[in-house]
């Protein structure tokens, strides 16, 4: 099955950070999910932890 997962961070209007997540199937809209965190930092690790779990399951860059 062709699926996608995107992960980004974008800065908040106060000081810290979000990830924004969007996974589905490819050609779908697909489903997104928003974590802010405190500081950049913490969504620096986040997404190092996340992309990591992902590549072990398969998934690779296009």
Do not use: H
Request: glycine share 14%; aromatic share 8%.
């Amino acid at each position: 099955m062709r699926r996608f997962y995107t992960l980004s961070i974008q800065p908040t209007l106060f000081g810290g950070a979000t990830l924004v997540r969007n996974w589905g199937r490819i050609g779908a809209a697909g489903q997104s999910m928003i974590e802010t965190l405190g500081k950049p930092e913490e969504a620096d690790g986040a997404m190092g932890r996340l992309e990591r779990s992902k590549r072990r399951r398969g998934y690779a860059d296009c």
